[in-house]
């Protein structure tokens, strides 16, 4: 195991709703990304946390946008919720540094209805 | 990373043998490589790495090599065992923020 975290685990909403997931990172890792994994797929990155700031971002809409807290942890926030945002969302905790790797957790499997 | 080529969507193995799975990347700028194991229900596994300075790299059980002539990478695993049955993701980036996932191939291990 990793030592990342996410809840919930499993979450189901209704188009055009909000929500909100959440990310806990390995200790002694100040860096959270975000991906989107949909069925069959390899993931697709949304974006990255660095102390507190975007510090890059996949070709995902505003209506993803992200938190990240001085404690490392991170949110995702998905607004105006469509059909194809359903897969399962993964976050990745590491060091400083744009070629650290990168410790996944074990997602949470978004159902847009 | 994408698949393309030599990549082959699954892989189905006879318990004890080795494996060999296939990896193009298409961006020459990429330096730093990563092999993550994804079982069912779970997030990516971390395997095994290497950067563009090396052209291979072994871990236990296991063999990274990288081509940067034709931007190839692989993952031998040796001995393979039932718990190696899961979908297997190339992952590269070009020293920024992301990385790059490969079409992932699925490996299934015969008794």
């Known amino acids: 195991e990793t030592g990342v975290t996410q809840s919930p685990t499993h979450l189901i909403k209704t188009r055009g709703q909000q929500v909100t997931l959440r990310c806990s990172s390995q200790?002694?890792?100040?860096?959270v990304s975000w991906y989107q994994q949909a069925l069959g797929q390899g993931p697709q990155f949304i974006f990255q946390?660095?102390?507190?700031?975007?510090?890059g971002r996949g070709n995902f809409p505003p209506r993803f946008s992200g938190l990240q807290f001085p404690n490392y942890s991170s949110e995702l926030n998905v607004n105006a919720l469509e059909l194809d945002d359903s897969a399962l969302y993964l976050c990745?905790?590491?060091?400083?540094?744009?070629?650290?790797?990168?410790?996944f957790g074990p997602g949470t499997r978004l159902t847009v209805l | 990373g994408e698949s393309v080529g030599l990549h082959l969507p699954t892989l189905s193995v006879q318990e004890g043998d080795n494996s060999i799975i296939n990896c193009a990347y298409s961006?020459?700028?990429?330096?730093?490589f990563i092999w993550y194991k994804q079982e069912s229900g779970k997030g990516p596994q971390f395997i095994i790495d290497i950067r563009s300075n090396m052209d291979k790299r072994q871990g236990q059980r296991v063999t990274v090599l990288l081509n940067k002539t034709v931007k190839h990478l692989s993952l031998q695993i040796a001995a393979t065992q039932p718990g190696d049955s899961a979908v297997y993701f190339c992952?590269?980036?070009?020293?920024?923020?992301?990385?790059?996932f490969g079409a992932g191939t699925t490996v299934t291990v015969r008794a």
């Open positions: 961006n020459s700028a990429s330096d730093y």
């Open positions: 946390y660095y102390r507190e700031e975007e510090n």
């Open positions: 200790s002694g890792h100040n860096t």
């Open positions: 990745a905790s590491s060091t400083t540094g744009a070629t650290d790797t990168q410790y």
């Open positions: 992952a590269e980036t070009a020293n920024d923020y992301k990385l790059s």
